[in-house]
Structure formats: structure tokens, C-alpha cells
């Protein structure tokens, strides 16, 4: 594993600097997602990547420090998603008599929706799919026992892999938050362990980077990877959140938008932020990007202090939740942006 690890190093540092992109320092994720939070003193981090599983094994006192890292290439997002397809393709040919994956176009939109449909069943039993070829609607119902008989022996796989690494009832299991998104993996850990489990916010791992930069932060050319941080400091603990200002409409009685529409060209809102303009930097605030992303069951603005940003042609002082049909105009460029969603 180590020398796994300095070829991953190496290689992303190696793409960092090719692109022109400053690596001030390089820290373990699990640790930081760890650090500033209590949790029992034998802890277990739980994440998901494209091709893998991974668990990370800390000891948490007065430093938390990484002790083992393993990795289960049997799970993984994509091999999930697979499963998932194949799942909700049979579904199509039982109800419909019409195969998704038998063409390519119908099989990238399949893939596409998955995403959109797994966060609905988040919350919910079940969510209607609808695929279109050659003229004709296919619609589905997908519940959510679908996805989690076909993940079962994937789950249970992950289950017995951290009870094994679990030496008692007395370990912490933090559930990165990708992994967590998965549709009844947390219930499933939650009834087939002992463990104190904890889901992760999306930021967990960057705002302990940012309390902790002076220790990740290094003058050495070969950037060491950080695996171990100062231990909870006994400060309140809490999610990370974002203040927003709600738009002039209740949120809650309009629909979420789904895309964003600039210069006549519609761009899909995702949880990833998405940049609609820049500010410079001025004595009132820093500069930085102006950027739309979704946050839950809201679409969040997100500025830097000092910007000009108009929503509905009333000024913004802060982040706020925007809705469908809503206008925003960047003041400093007088771009405009319109919200909209995406009928089925």
C-alpha cells in the first residue's frame, strides 16, 4: 500500500503541475474529515470512489492519526451504477418490452438519470422513470427495495468488512458523504453493526483543511502527505452550513430549478458549483467566483462579499436559495441568468 500510494502522489502532483495549479500541501481525506469532531478513540472512515471502497482506520486522541488504510475493489461507483442499469433495464423490458441498453443513446440517458433518481429515493419509496425512443414513453416505477436487493450482497460485502476491522462495540464508523448517498447502505450498516455511526457533510474534510492549513501547508518540494492532525478541541460540534436568504418567493412553493440558462444555453444544475461570472478583488470584499450549485433540495447563489449581484432586480447581500423562473443579473458584467426546470 505505501508504495501504491507514492505512485498516486507522485502521478496527481505530476497532473497538478501540468496544468499550471499550485499544491501547497497534501493531507490524508480521512483524517481531515476526522479531525475536529468527537468520536470514539478507535474510528473507522468509510468512503466511495469510482472503482473502490475505501476504509481508513484512526486512532483518535489527542492527535487523530491514520493507522491503516485498505482498499475493496469490488465495490465501487461505477460497478454500482452498472448493477443499478442492468437492474432498471430489466424493469423496462418486464413492463414495457423496451431495452434501454440496447441502444447507445437511450443507455447514456439511463445512466445520466441514475444520479437524479437515487437522490429522490433518498427520501422516498419509490420515483417514476421515463425513457424516450423512437417517438414513444416508456415510464417506470423504481422503488427503492429495487436498488437495495440488487446492492444487498455489494452492502453486506461492506458491512462484514467493517465489522472485521471493528475490535469491539467501542469504534466510531464516519461515513464519507458520497458513500452515504447510497440508498439504505447507512440503515443496513446501522442494522448489522454496533458501531456509533456518523454521516459526513460534504465539507467535513474541507473545513478541517482550512483550520488546520498551518500543519498541512509545506515549503518542501516533495509535499509529505499529512496522515495525522491535532484531536477534537472540545468546541461545539456541528454541521457546516450555509446561510441563504430565501428568495422573494417561498422555496418551498415553487419548484427547484434543474438547469441554468445562459447567453440561450441551458446548463444542468448539479451539486458541483457551477461558475456564472467572476468579481474582482475591491476594498468592500475578496474576489472569487459567482457560482450556482444545489444544496439538497434547494439551488444555492454563492458570492463574494462586495458583489454586485441582482436577484428579480433586487440587490443580494449574501448566499440565497434561488427557484424556477427566477432572474439574476451579474452588476459588475450585466450578464443575465435564468432559472428554469426541465419538463419530463
Known amino acids: 500500500m505505501p508504495g501504491q500510494e507514492w505512485l498516486k502522489k507522485t502521478a496527481l502532483l505530476g497532473i497538478a503541475r501540468a496544468c499550471g495549479m499550485p499544491i501547497r500541501g497534501l493531507v ?42 485498505e482498499e475493496e ?29 440496447h441502444m447507445a443513446t437511450t443507455e447514456q440517458i439511463l445512466y445520466l438519470q441514475l444520479p437524479k433518481h437515487l437522490a429522490t429515493l433518498d427520501d422516498r419509496e419509490s420515483t417514476t422513470v421515463t425513457l424516450s425512443s423512437g417517438g414513444r414513453r416508456h415510464t417506470v416505477e423504481l422503488e427503492r427495495r429495487d436498488l437495495m436487493d440488487a446492492a444487498a450482497p455489494a452492502y453486506e460485502l461492506l458491512s462484514s468488512w467493517v465489522r472485521g476491522r471493528s475490535p469491539d462495540e467501542e469504534t466510531s464508523l464516519l461515513l464519507g458523504d458520497r458513500i452515504a448517498a447510497l440508498p439504505g447502505l447507512a440503515a443496513h450498516l446501522r442494522g448489522t ?17 482550512l483550520h488546520h492549513a498551518d500543519r498541512i501547508r509545506s515549503s518542501d518540494a516533495a509535499l509529505p502527505l499529512v496522515t495525522r492532525l491535532p484531536g477534537y478541541d472540545a468546541r461545539p460540534p456541528g454541521p457546516v452550513t450555509v446561510a441563504v436568504t430565501p428568495p422573494p418567493e417561498a422555496v418551498s412553493e415553487i419548484e427547484a430549478p434543474t438547469h441554468l440558462v445562459i447567453g440561450g444555453v441551458a446548463h444542468r444544475i448539479t451539486v458541483g458549483a457551477f461558475e456564472i461570472g467572476g468579481v474582482e478583488r ?19 447563489i454563492e458570492f463574494p462579499p462586495g458583489a ?3 436577484l428579480n432586480g433586487e440587490s443580494l447581500d449574501g448566499p440565497a436559495a434561488v427557484g424556477s423562473g ?14 428554469v426546470t426541465l419538463a419530463e
Do not use: K
Not at 451504477?81 to 433495464?89: G, S
Not at 453493526?193 to 483543511?209: M, N, Q
Not at 475591491?282 to 444555492?300: F, K, M, N, Y
Open 193 to 209: 453493526t454496533d458501531l456509533e455511526i456518523t454521516t459526513l457533510h460534504p465539507a467535513a474534510a474541507g473545513s478541517a483543511v
Open 308 to 310: 454586485e449581484i441582482l
Open 326 to 339: 427566477d432572474h439574476i443579473r451579474l452588476g459588475n458584467t450585466g450578464d443575465d441568468v435564468l432559472l
Open 73 to 101: 475493489p469490488r465495490v465501487g461507483q461505477i460497478s454500482l451504477y452498472d448493477l443499478w442499469a442492468r437492474m432498471l433495464a430489466r424493469i423496462f423490458v418486464r413492463t414495457t418490452r423496451f431495452d434501454p441498453l
Open 28 to 69: 490524508d481525506a480521512a483524517v481531515a474529515a476526522a479531525a475536529d469532531r468527537a468520536t470514539r478513540p478507535h474510528c473507522l472512515h468509510l468512503d466511495l470512489h469510482l472503482h473502490r471502497a475505501v476504509l481508513t482506520t484512526i486512532q483518535h486522541g489527542p492527535e487523530v492519526v491514520r493507522t491503516a488504510v
Open 282 to 300: 475591491s476594498a468592500d470584499g475578496d474576489g472569487g467566483p459567482v457560482t450556482i450549485r444545489r444544496l439538497h433540495d434547494q439551488v444555492v
